[in-house]
């Protein structure tokens, strides 16, 4: 995720793109958001989620503008090589050549050469984010980068490792019958026997540790037809749950009266919209392959109209379609356990285990990004790690924190919301806008002012970049006082 720059990866179509970046936003984020919908009051929601869209375009804009000037700059660098290469090599020649090779001074400008038929903004190197931080910030930035991205990969493995023993428990402890709908269940509610199900979520927790943990220790990667196996499982799931819900609502049966404004609820709902939005970390290795670059900006745009689209019509069937009080943090899990919306047993489980498939994918997947993060974070040049470090320090460090989050807390909603609030502001928000202003400032005295950067994005202006900055900031403000403010008060 934060490496240096990698392969481009096999080419595909901008409608393919289109596809993988829409997967790619839409994942857990989504199961969580119709409960912070219920709590904040559908205006509210609806309004925020509007500009949170709005606002993530935008550094999703601003990445792709970084991209394309960290591809100048390495053409440059390297034209810039071999003219130092060239110019050692007629040092070689005899006096009376040398001076006949001095006799034709360089000048052709910078711009004017373009190399293997590129413009010198083409994206055609994959340059993760951790290397145009590399090039553009200093090395108080570039940590400050790695320990961003760092804990936002711990708070997704805390989610990824709480969503799945929940969804076993709720399945497992039986509650999954028609009469339980309408109950709230408690952690220390029987699951089978004197096992509470707090007891029987830990215990799956441990499972899920001793299956899925050690991948830590080694690489994983997804192949392309597990990706395409979980995108299938995804939408069908996503599919069901919206038809369901609009069907009851349709039958005048739906039960939920949600408020129309709560600002109790707007932090945490700002913390899962800004979860949910994520995409700005894994931009390289999506946009570098499209193999037609020239309508990105309308791609990357109607992506954003789609996802919104797809996030108000699942949210707003949900909190219409159940009553507020009895959404669950994960809601695949209402329809587990009601069978006015669902009365095919083997359906609502397909519902009930589906985090269980789609998350245990990505759980390695994370692990192992973090692991190689931590490693670049410590990494210095010529240094090798002992093999102690190597493959067993970095991979519990990695491992345990989640883990033990995990066992503490499994409210989803609450991780969600904190992950996105802090880590996801800064990688959303913060870096982008980062990135953007000193790319334009690296690469001003070098291209000059008349280059045009065919990616820029279209919020150009400096004052684009010092507003991010500035909702960044009071964002970070307003959720930490709600915070202290509600711990107060307990």
Same mark, same amino acid.
């Given at each position: ?78 034209r810039e090589q071999e003219e130092t290469d060239d110019s050692d090599s007629t040092s070689d020649y005899s006096d009376d050549d040398s001076g006949r090779g001095r006799s034709e001074p360089e000048t052709k400008p910078i711009l004017s ?105 080694f690489n994983a990667q997804k192949t392309k037809y597990l990706q395409i196996l979980t995108s299938l499982m995804r939408w069908i799931a996503f599919t069901m749950m919206i038809i369901l819900a609009l069907i009851r609502i349709g039958k ?133 790690? =002992?093999? &102690? #470090? ?5 991979? +519990?460090? @990695? *491992? /345990?924190? =989640?883990? &033990? #989050? ?5 409210? +989803?909603? @609450? *991780? /969600? ?30 291209m000059g002012r008349d280059a045009v950067n065919k990616h820029r994005s279209p919020f150009r202006h400096a004052v684009w970049v010092w507003f991010v900055l500035l909702w960044a900031a009071f964002c970070l403000m307003f959720v930490t ?10």
């Open positions: 995720m934060a490496g240096g720059i990698t392969e481009t990866g096999e080419p595909y179509s901008p409608f393919v793109g289109l596809v993988y970046m829409f997967n790619l936003i839409v994942g857990t984020g989504a199961l969580t958001m119709p409960k912070a919908f219920a709590a904040a009051g559908w205006v509210v929601s609806l309004s925020l989620i509007v500009f949170l869209a709005f606002m993530s375009y935008m550094t999703t804009t601003f990445v792709i503008e970084a991209m394309a000037a960290a591809n100048a700059q390495l053409r440059w660098k390297r050469v373009q190399r293997s038929g590129h413009d010198h903004f083409d994206i055609v190197e994959r340059v993760e984010m951790g290397q145009m931080a590399s090039m553009f910030f200093n090395k108080v930035g570039v940590n400050m980068f790695y320990v961003c991205i760092i804990v936002y990969l711990y708070g997704d493995l805390a989610i990824y490792a709480a969503a799945v023993p929940i969804s076993l428990m709720e399945v497992a402890c039986g509650n999954h019958s028609c009469s339980a709908g309408s109950v709230k269940y408690n952690d220390t509610d029987a699951c089978w026997g004197s096992v509470t199900r707090k007891d029987a979520y830990r215990v799956f927790l441990s499972v899920f540790t001793l299956l899925l943990g050690p991948f830590t220790f005048g049966t739906g039960e939920g009266h949600p408020p129309v404004a709560s600002l109790s609820g707007v932090p945490n709902l700002f913390g899962v919209c800004v979860y949910s939005f994520m995409c700005q970390h894994s931009l390289p290795s999506l946009v570098t392959p499209i193999s037609d670059k020239k309508r990105v900006g309308s791609l990357v745009l109607a992506d954003y109209v789609l996802i919104l689209g797809f996030y108000v019509l699942l949210s707003f069937t949900a909190i219409f379609c159940f009553d507020s009080s009895l959404l669950h943090d994960m809601y695949t899990l209402n329809f587990t356990d009601n069978c006015d919306v669902l009365n095919i047993p083997v359906l609502r489980y397909f519902l009930g285990l589906f985090p269980v498939f789609t998350i245990s994918t990505n759980f390695p997947i994370i692990a192992v990004t973090l692991r190689n993060n931590w490693k670049t974070l410590f990494h210095r040049d010529g240094g090798t790690y =002992p093999w &102690v #470090v190597d493959r067993v320090v970095f991979p +519990l460090i @990695t *491992l /345990v924190p =989640p883990i &033990v #989050v995990a066992f503490c807390t499994h409210n +989803l909603e @609450t *991780l /969600v919301g904190i992950t996105g609030s802090y880590a996801g502001t800064g990688i959303q928000y913060v870096i982008p806008a980062f990135l953007v202003f000193y790319s334009r400032r690296h690469l001003e005295p070098v006082a709600n915070i202290i403010l509600t711990e107060t008060k307990k």
